[in-house]
């Protein structure tokens, strides 16, 4: 015996149920009091760290040119996105933070005990991990909010 399922009869319609609107969080946007002083700071870094790759090339450290080259295209990029006021910021400066984070936790975990630990210690804290919460703060400043 053969079971076929009748098709639903000609008034029946689907129609879908209604979605609630959920309210969108709103981030605030924290004040940033001198953007082209920041931008020009952060170009000027990342201008700064040119040399810097030619030093660990001739030193062969190849794996560590590759980041820091991304570090420097990263923060020239944040910082002549910031000077226009793009709203593309926002993921070059989460971008720049995570390299930024990166390069801290890398430099410091790979370093030899005494004076090279000490010095990267010295670099994570005094230089990387500052510019990543400055690249943190601005892409959360600069993330597109709802009209």
Same mark, same amino acid.
């Given at each position: 015996?053969?079971?076929?399922?009748?098709?639903?009869?000609?008034?029946?319609?689907?129609?879908? =149920?209604? *979605?609630?609107?959920?309210?969108?969080p709103?981030?605030?946007?924290?004040?940033?009091?001198?953007?082209?002083?920041?931008?020009?700071? =952060?170009?000027?870094?990342?201008?700064?760290?040119?040399?810097?790759?030619?030093?660990?090339?001739?030193?062969g450290?190849?794996?560590?040119?590759?980041?820091?080259?991304l /570090?420097?295209?990263?923060?020239?990029?944040?910082?002549?996105?910031?000077? *226009?006021?793009?709203?593309?910021? @926002?993921?070059?400066?989460?971008?720049?933070?995570?390299?930024?984070?990166?390069?801290?936790?890398?430099?410091?975990?790979?370093?030899?005990?005494?004076?090279?630990?000490?010095?990267?210690?010295?670099?994570?804290? =005094?230089? /990387?991990?500052?510019?990543? @919460?400055? @690249?943190?703060?601005?892409?959360?400043?600069?993330?597109?909010?709802?009209?």
């Amino acid at each position: 015996m053969l079971l076929v399922a009748a098709p639903f009869p000609p008034a029946y319609t689907a129609t879908p =149920l209604p *979605r609630p609107a959920l309210p969108r969080p709103v981030l605030p946007r924290p004040a940033l009091r001198r953007p082209e002083l920041v931008a020009r700071a =952060l170009v000027g870094l990342g201008l700064v760290l040119v040399p810097w790759l030619g030093v660990l090339a001739a030193s062969g450290a190849w794996n560590w040119v590759g980041l820091d080259s991304l /570090e420097a295209a990263g923060l020239v990029l944040t910082g002549l996105l910031l000077r *226009r006021a793009d709203p593309r910021l @926002c993921l070059t400066a989460a971008g720049t933070a995570v390299l930024l984070l990166t390069d801290a936790w890398f430099d410091v975990t790979t370093a030899a005990p005494g004076q090279a630990l000490a010095t990267a210690l010295a670099m994570a804290v =005094l230089a /990387e991990l500052p510019l990543a @919460c400055l @690249c943190a703060r601005l892409a959360l400043r600069s993330l597109p909010q709802p009209a």
